[in-house]
């Protein structure tokens, strides 16, 4: 039934035993931001040596190996190391280049030499980074800031776009392993940053800040939550005891884009006239291009800083359009003992773009743009109480301002937009949008970690969060428009809590863990959705009572397993249950019950929590000294998506969002990389994937009410599916002192795939099975040159990007009668002009070219 609810005191029961398990296991912990090393040390004959002091240079990190010759040292941020290893009697062991990673373990033995008495020597090796990480019991993939550097990349989007199960639609949206654009999250610090409204989140994260990102393309520990499909998981730059910065300017591209003109296609004059429009008529900043740069150091022997910051401004390629932005990061960390450690960042970002619309090419001051306002705050306390047990407080606050506008306007300024002669394009009036909305999220978190033994690691976790939630949006608010207005505030809560074990020992490790999610919208909802109201006996229309909607828990289970075959070669598996609720702008649109409208929607903050039951399973192995594949099978089943259906009753139509919708996906990831050797690292991934479902976004289902057809009963192609992604990264890296060549480095990135689905049109007597056809092929080749010289206190490198190398023109829409991107098919329909169809939005960017210098000390 519809008005099905979800019985909340059955829930309750289950979210009381699971605090109190909690807190009887004292483990409250969030998204990983630290990692691990452990190992075993031994005498020359192999033998345990216990009593051995092991520590970090350069930090307070440390500790001794117990009677077996095991040692673990906990909380290590990511980063590279050197360890070392003393013992009196004994030589000295170092090991340099020891690689840590959040969430995982680093494994690094010291087998100890007996000491001369007639010198002081000291063991010095390099630690080989380990192709196949033994305790990831699914696939993850790890970006250190020195890749990110040399890229060819400006956003974390193209980033992500590397990895297997990254894909990307024909709008520009990110998916992972077949799943819908908003199912990812992205944290910060352990913190995750979205505006809860949509569902956004900021794209484009300075890269100077970044210090590592550990990217998770499938199944999760219970850890992370509220997510269906992946996790990214950002961890931030501290300030260390010298001083670094470095500051880099790149161009605008240098090839102008041949969209940006008048009658841009061969044979297509422009009906109206065309005006280019720039950046800097709208820049925050009024320099072209973009700036980024960083610093960092110490202000006293106990407090740290960094800062980054940028400022870009970039046209579109198409005819109009622009994106134009100021970022400012600041982190200072305190070191109030060896064991207490205190820390407070901050980011501002200011934001406006305009994207493109070809029925507003000649009118484009008229058409709304974007501006956005974001900032966060995270303050976080770090105690290690011993070597076993540490503990972090975080609070952390992130608010978000959006607006869509046309120029400065108020909505009682708006005039309908008129189109001319060819009834396509806009000749008069204005875009019909605008929007005025805040929201600020709080969250509390408390973390420890607990080293019971030397093969369990316990963890759990508690965090609050409360949102505040302010929405302004209009639509045609115009006399003879449809002057939607939707007003509200809401301030929604969500608890979630978990528990986990990692279990390791040298033949097998399995992470196992369980989580529970808890959401109270704080709203009203009709008691039955299909009843909005009805009329009394003297035929007065009385709305339907509202009552306060049941606040929903979530249980998900998660478990993952690697078996280790040989010292090169481990097979992993993972299981789970994944939710995440939906988007609050679904939950509350249209809060007042506006059913004026045609075909009024309506939100349902009674909507459940979408689920997804994933499994994976895969072998990583190496090859040789330098090599190593990774290929895992999975397959998702999707439950209880978003939709949209359809009510009629009192003679009234309307739209309700509900979970109605599903899907099912399976497919085989494949990365086959090399570590740095012989001057040269790489990568490639390969993804192919089946991914099916009824609807491909939530408001499918009202598309379907307003075209008045039938919603899909039947599985069919999602329009984000994608047989075969490829994506090639090849690193070409010359160190220091290798004569004219040295401190060159070329990276470039090579993505192909094949062409997303669309519905071909035949004849309307015909029936067509949706999305049964499929748009060409699409690929990019992107790189990025830069030779370093140094100089007497800084060095100076210049550097040359070009993206779209090949300037292939990738088709990302075509006309569903031609399966052609220019050509509708109907050259005598009513609006089908030309100038009309040869949309350029309907293929992607051409080549662009970008130089640059950077200057680093």
């Not at 639509?475 to 929604?492: L, M, Q, V």
């Amino acid at each position: 039934m519809l008005t099905k609810k979800i019985c909340f005191k059955s829930k309750t029961k289950y979210l009381n035993i699971f605090i109190t398990l909690l807190f009887l296991f004292s483990q409250i912990i969030f998204a990983g931001t630290t990692g691990k090393v452990s190992g075993v040390i031994t005498d020359e004959i192999g033998e345990p040596m216990p009593g051995v002091n092991v520590m970090i240079m350069g930090t307070t990190m440390g500790a001794a190996s117990d009677i077996n010759g095991e040692y673990f040292i906990l909380n290590i941020p990511p980063g590279t190391y050197s360890i070392r290893a003393t013992m009196v009697g004994y030589k000295p062991y170092k090991v340099d280049q020891v690689k840590v990673i959040t969430d995982l373990t680093t494994k690094i033995d010291f087998p100890m030499q007996t000491a001369s008495l007639l010198m002081d020597e000291e063991v010095i090796v390099v630690a080989e980074r380990a192709l196949v990480q033994k305790d990831e019991t699914s696939k993850i993939a790890v970006v250190t800031s020195e890749d990110i550097m040399s890229m060819p990349v400006n956003s974390i989007q193209e980033i992500l776009t590397t990895k297997a199960g990254f894909t990307v639609d024909a709008n520009g949206d990110l998916h992972v392993r077949g799943g819908r654009t908003d199912e990812i999250s992205f944290m910060v610090d352990g913190v995750k940053m979205e505006d809860p409204l949509y569902r956004d989140s900021e794209n484009n994260f300075n890269k100077d800040a970044i210090n590592e990102m550990v990217i998770i393309s499938g199944t999760f520990n219970a850890e992370y939550g509220d997510a269906m499909s992946g996790i990214v998981n950002i961890t931030t730059k501290d300030g260390g005891s010298k001083f670094h910065g470095r500051i880099e300017y790149t161009s605008p591209t240098l090839v102008e884009s041949p969209y940006r003109t008048a009658n841009a296609f061969e044979g297509v004059e422009d009906e109206l006239e065309y005006k280019e429009t720039s950046v800097l008529d709208n820049a925050i900043v009024p320099v072209i291009g973009q700036i980024r740069g960083s610093l960092s150091g110490p202000i006293t022997s106990k407090l740290t800083f960094f800062m980054s910051g940028y400022t870009v401004n970039t046209d579109s390629y198409l005819p109009h359009g622009y994106n134009t932005a100021v970022d400012g990061f600041g982190k200072l960390t305190f070191f109030v003992s060896p064991t207490l450690k205190l820390s407070l960042s901050g980011q501002i970002t200011n934001s406006e773009r305009q994207g493109y619309s070809h029925k507003w090419k000649y009118r484009s001051d008229n058409q709304a743009r974007t501006k956005k306002n974001t900032n966060r705050e995270i303050f976080m306390l770090t105690h290690t109480v011993n070597k076993n047990f540490f503990y972090i407080a975080n609070i952390s606050r992130f608010n978000n301002k959006m607006k869509i506008q046309v120029g400065n306007k108020s909505p009682s300024e708006y005039v309908r937009g008129v189109t001319g002669e060819s009834v396509y394009f806009y000749v008069d009036g204005d875009d019909s949008r605008y929007a005025d909305n805040r929201t600020t999220t709080y969250r509390g978190k408390l973390d420890a970690t607990w080293q019971a033994n030397n093969n369990h690691q316990f963890k759990g976790g508690i965090e609050l969060i409360q949102h505040d939630i302010n929405v302004n949006e209009e639509s045609e608010p115009w006399p003879s428009g449809a002057n939607f207005k939707d007003i509200y505030t809401k301030t929604p809560f969500e608890f979630a809590t978990y528990l986990q074990d990692k279990i390791e020992y040298d033949y097998i490790i399995v992470n196992v863990g369980l989580r529970l999610d808890y959401i109270d919208a704080k709203a009203n909802m009709w008691r039955d959705m299909t009843r909005f109201g009805e009329f009394d006996e003297d035929n007065n229309f009385i709305p339907a009572e509202e009552i306060p909607v049941d606040p929903q828990v979530q249980l998900s289970p998660r478990i993952g397993l690697a078996y280790p075959i040989t010292d090169e070669a481990v097979l992993h598996f993972a299981y789970g249950h994944f939710f995440q609720n939906p988007n609050y702008n679904s939950l509350y649109y249209n809060a007042a019950r506006d059913m004026s409208s045609t075909l009024p929607l309506v939100g349902n903050p009674s909507a459940k929590a979408q689920k997804t039951v994933s499994f994976e399973a895969g072998i990583k192995q190496q090859i040789g000294d330098n090599w190593a594949i990774d290929v895992t099978a999975w397959s998702k089943d999707i439950t209880d998506l978003l939709s949209t259906f359809q009510v009629s009753y009192l003679s009234k139509d309307y739209v309700v969002f509900y979970n109605l919708d599903y899907a099912s996906v399976k497919g085989i990831d494949l990365t086959l990389k090399k570590k740095y050797s012989s001057y040269f690292s790489g990568s490639i991934n390969y993804s192919y994937m089946i991914a099916k479902g009824n609807n491909s976004q939530p408001l499918g289902g009202y598309t379907s009410a307003f075209t008045k057809e039938e919603v899909p009963h039947q599985e069919y192609f999602l329009d984000f599916d994608q047989s075969h992604n490829f994506a090639l990264n090849f690193s070409f890296f010359v160190p220091a002192n290798k004569g004219i060549l040295s401190d060159l480095n070329f990276n470039f990135i090579y993505r192909a795939s094949s062409g997303l689905p669309y519905t071909p049109y035949v004849d309307p007597t015909v029936r067509i099975d949706v999305n049964s056809a499929r748009k060409p092929w699409t690929s990019t080749f992107d790189f990025r040159l830069q030779k370093r010289v140094p100089l007497t206190i800084f060095s100076l490198a210049l550097f040359l990007e070009v993206k779209n190398l090949f300037d292939t023109q990738n088709v990302l829409w075509v006309y569903s009668r031609t399966g052609k991107p220019f050509d509708n098919g109907q050259p005598g329909l009513v609006g089908s002009t030309p100038d009309a169809n040869y949309n350029p939005a309907n293929v992607g960017p051409p080549r662009t070219i970008s130089a640059g210098v950077q200057i680093i000390w």
